[in-house]
């Protein structure tokens, strides 16, 4: 049972690059979630979903869009990146609401020069 | 708004030693679930522990025990005779349950050396 996958694990972007972050759980679960870890300020949420086809904003939306087209998959796109967003962005789920357990990628380490 | 507050942003103690990291909260919901998180340095985030709001009673793990007192809005974790593998950054978290549920929100970690 492989849980919540990200992929990539580590990316180099130069400023102004795209690029996509995506997360894929095959537990069933309804909710995930979009995370950045900076140090120092704990994780904070980025984006997140309630089901498929829906997403919300969390707490720092600012240069990041998602999307979940199916329930297993929740991407993350950052159409022009930013150092500021250099951070290592965690995906998570869980299983029929927010208030059950959230189960956590092992994260992607991203880099913007 | 809800908020958590980890006061201690390090602490080093020596092994075998306990250790209580403290958590307070914030939050205008009459229900709503705590967590605690462990992040130890391979860097996975890993599950703890879930209490609702509703739930005061202590809780025992092992070496690990929680503490919920919601005349002080704390939720205070303790390691009883630490080890070296206890060495991690831990989170602790909160979700209210008002309709729609909110997301995890965390407290900025307290880090945690144990020393041999």
């Known amino acids: 049972n492989a849980g919540v996958t990200q992929t990539p694990k580590f990316r180099v972007l130069k400023t102004g690059q795209s690029m996509t972050l995506l997360c894929a759980q095959d537990?069933?679960?309804?909710?995930m979630y979009w995370y950045r870890q900076d140090p120092g300020m704990g994780l904070r949420l980025i984006h997140y979903?309630?089901?498929?086809?829906?997403?919300a904003k969390g707490e720092v939306p600012d240069g990041y869009n998602v999307s979940r087209l199916k329930k297993q998959n929740f991407l993350l796109g950052l159409e022009s990146a930013a150092p500021s967003q250099t951070s290592v962005y965690f995906c998570?789920?869980?299983?029929?609401?927010?208030?059950?357990?959230?189960?956590f990628g092992q994260g992607t380490r991203l880099t913007v020069v | 708004a809800q908020k958590v507050t980890q006061a201690q942003t390090e602490i080093s103690v020596v092994e075998k030693e306990d250790v209580t990291l403290d958590c307070v909260y914030e939050?205008?919901?009459?229900?709503?679930?705590l967590f605690w998180y462990k992040q130890p340095p391979s860097g996975e985030l890993v599950f703890l522990i879930r209490?609702?709001?509703?739930?005061?009673q202590n809780e025992i793990s092992g070496r690990y025990s929680w503490n919920f007192q919601k005349s002080t809005s704390s939720f205070n974790f303790t390691i009883t005779a630490s080890q070296v593998v206890d060495s991690a950054v831990y989170f602790c978290?909160?979700?209210?349950?008002?309709?729609?549920?909110?997301?995890?929100?965390f407290g900025k970690g307290t880090r945690l050396s144990v020393i041999a």
């Open positions: 979903s309630v089901g498929e086809g829906t997403t």
């Open positions: 998570a789920s869980s299983y029929f609401s927010t208030t059950t357990e959230a189960f």
């Open positions: 978290a909160l979700s209210e349950a008002r309709s729609g549920n909110t997301p995890l929100v």
């Open positions: 537990m069933n679960h309804e909710y």
């Open positions: 939050t205008r919901d009459t229900t709503y679930y």
């Open positions: 209490r609702n709001s509703f739930d005061e």
